[in-house]
Structures are given as C-alpha cells and as structure tokens.
C-alpha cells in the first residue's frame, strides 16, 4: 500500500496549455486606431451643411436641457475693430534713418531728436523751438522746418500720429483754459502744416497736456524736465494705413 505521496492522481499526465504569444494584435489595434483617426479627418474636411447640422444640434439641446433659455445670434453690424488685421507700414529703421537725416539737414532742428520705442519712431520736436510759451503761435522760420519734415512723411504708408505734451506750469494767459487745450491744439496745428505741405492721409492729433510729464527720469534737473515735457512728437507706426494718391510705388 503507496502513502499519499506516492498515489497516482492522474493529473501529472494531463496536457500542458502553451503559453500563446500574439503580438500581432498590438499592431493590429494600432491599424485600426490609425483608420479610424484617418476617417474622422475625412469627415472633419468635408462640408458639412449647415441646416442639417444645426438641426441636430437643437434636438440635442432640447433632450439635454429643455430649460435652457434661447438665444437668438444677431449679426455684428461691422467688424470689431481688434479683429481687423492692418497692414505692415514701411520697415521702421529704414524711416529712422530718413528722420535722423531731416534733423541733421535743417538748423530749427537741432535740438530735435528721434527715438525708437517698440512698434514707433517718433521724431520729438522742442515746444521752445517751434512756439511762444505757452501758446500755439508759431515762432518765425518753424513752418519751413515743419514743411522739411513732409517731404520725407508725404511718401510713407505707415500710419502717423501726432501728439502734443506740455509741463505742469499753468497756462495763465492766452486762449487755452488748461494744458491739455495747449498740447492738442498744437499738435492740431502741426497736423495742419504737415496737410498743407502734402502729406494727404488722414492724421491722428492727441493731446496729453502734462499726463507724461512723471515719465522723465528724476536724475534731470527740474528746469530741464520742464523744458522737455514741452514738445511735440510725431510717431510713424509700424502699421500701414490706407493706399492713397501718393503711394506710387
């Protein structure tokens, strides 16, 4: 008689299952993962029409939220200006180059500058050079200077703006009420001078009055801060503006 140990149970003689190896089926899901991201970009380019969609879209709504308030879309009468893409003006160190030369050619200009501050360069014009103090009557020879300055911006597509600052000092005579009356009739009348002498786009006058006069750097001495927060700056933008009779190239 065998112990249980040594009992022939039968099942040291069944069939041993082999291990199946199907690696295939991983390059297979990934076939179909591939065809069926290949079809829904199929169906995503093709035209959808937009009355068959929309109704699947509103019955869907309804299932989902049959609460939800309806909204009636109303077309924008014009387009929103900060979607309006403008074109690009003339490439700004090249006109950096043209002002620089302006302000070396004519003598009213001498104590002009012209600085570069990112998407502008604007050409800083000494208020003392140009005006009476604190008025906006214009000192002799200023017209010719400011003429000599549109025969370079007659020709450019960039869109320009011209700004008026003036210091803090109060204006206690004259026709102006206050500094920002003084700083935008000034850059009025520039504007003006620069129509008159060809330039025909449209210009864009601000006044700042003495808004920016906090922006000059405390190491100056105040008498020259307040000389040089009198000034007029004419900005050419890096955007272009509409075409017009001058822009012949």
Known sequence: MTGSGDRDTGYDRLPVEK???????????????????????????????FRHWSSVVETMAHQFNPERAEVQPEPHPETPHIMVRRPA?????????????????????????????????????PADRFFEDKTAELKPAAASAIARISTTLVYLRNRIVVAGHTNPTPVVRGRYRSNWEL??????????????NGYAAPLSAIG?????????APSLLPAERYRLAERIEISIIAEGRESDFYDLF
């Open 208 to 216: 700042y009055g003495d808004s920016r006069f906090g922006s000059f």
């Open 19 to 49: 291990e199946v190896h199907t690696p295939w089926m991983i390059t297979f899901a990934d076939l179909l993962s591939l065809m069926l991201t290949f079809f829904v970009l199929l169906y995503s380019m093709n035209t959808i029409e």
């Open 89 to 125: 003006g003339m490439n700004l160190n090249y006109l950096q180059s043209l002002l620089a030369d302006d302000v070396a050619s004519e003598p009213l200009l001498a104590d002009a500058y012209v600085t570069r501050v990112g998407a502008r360069v604007s050409l800083v014009l």
């Open 183 to 196: 700083s935008l009739a000034r850059a009025r009348l520039v504007s003006g001078l620069l129509a008159e």
